[in-house]
C-alpha cells in the first residue's frame, strides 16, 4: 500500500479557498506519475511546459507522455466530500485513476501527485499531496496500474 503525503502549501491554499473539496464545482483533480520524490515545501504544477513539473523544491518531473500515459496525467472523477457529525471532514474522489501500456513500456515512476488543474494558472496549479509507492513501477505492455483512491476512507481527512 502507497504511503499519502500532503504538501504543506495545501493547508494555506484550502485557507484561501484554492479547492473545493466538498462538491469540486468547476474543479478537476488530476494525478500524474514522476519517478523523483516530491517534497512536502513543494508549492505548485506547472502544466507549461513540455512534461508537467511539481515545483519550488523537488521540481518532479512527470513521466514522458506516451505508450498509455498522457501529459497532466489523469483525472480523478467527482468529488464527494462528506463531514461526520463529529467534525472530522473527508474528502473522497470518485474514480480511481487508472493507466494501461499499450504500445511499450511505461515509466519508471515511484510516486502519483494529485494535484488541482483548474485553480491557479498554467504555471501555478496548486498541489495537494502524493502517494510514495515502495519501490519504482514499469509497466510492460497490457500492464496496469491503478492509483487506490480509498472511496471508504477518502484520500485525506481535516479534523
Not at 479547492?19 to 516530491?38: C, E, R, S
Not at 466530500?81 to 494501461?100: E, M, N, Y
Request: aromatic share 10%; glycine share 10%.
Amino acid at each position: 500500500m502507497a504511503t499519502f503525503n500532503k504538501f504543506n502549501q495545501f493547508v494555506e491554499d484550502l485557507c484561501n479557498a484554492k479547492h473545493d473539496l466538498k462538491t469540486g464545482t468547476a474543479q478537476t483533480f488530476m494525478i500524474m506519475l514522476t519517478n523523483t520524490v516530491p517534497n512536502a515545501l513543494d508549492t505548485v504544477v506547472d502544466t507549461t511546459t513540455g512534461t508537467c513539473t511539481v515545483k519550488a523544491t523537488s521540481n518532479a518531473p512527470e513521466i514522458a507522455a506516451g505508450n498509455g500515459y498522457a501529459k497532466t496525467g489523469l483525472t480523478c472523477g467527482t468529488v464527494t466530500g462528506s463531514q461526520s457529525p463529529a467534525g472530522t471532514f473527508k474528502f473522497i474522489l470518485g474514480t480511481d485513476p487508472v493507466w494501461t501500456a499499450v504500445t511499450g513500456t511505461m515509466g519508471p515512476f515511484q510516486y502519483a501527485v494529485l494535484y488541482n488543474i483548474t485553480a491557479g494558472t498554467t504555471s501555478t496549479r496548486p498541489v495537494i499531496g502524493w502517494w510514495a509507492y515502495a519501490s519504482a513501477v514499469t509497466l510492460q505492455i497490457g500492464e496496469t496500474f491503478t492509483v487506490d483512491l480509498d472511496a471508504s476512507n477518502g484520500v485525506l481527512t481535516v479534523a
